[in-house]
C-alpha cells in the first residue's frame, strides 16, 4: 500500500495469498484508520473488510 502523496509505502505485504481482513488489520495496526482508500480494483483492496 503506498501513500499517493508521499509515494511512502505504508504496509509492505507480500505473500502469495492474502485476504483483505490481514490487509486491513495491518494497516489499521501500523498507522490508523485511514479517511480515504484508493483501490486498483485488484480483489485484496475491494473487499468488504477494506470497505469496513
Do not use: F, Q, W
Amino acid at each position: 500500500m503506498v501513500d499517493d502523496y508521499t509515494r511512502e509505502c505504508l504496509v509492505p505485504v507480500a505473500d502469495t495469498s492474502l485476504s483483505g481482513a490481514p490487509v486491513a488489520r495491518k494497516m489499521i495496526g501500523m498507522r490508523g484508520k485511514p479517511h480515504t482508500v484508493v483501490s486498483d480494483n485488484g480483489a485484496k483492496l475491494t473487499s468488504s473488510a477494506i470497505l469496513r
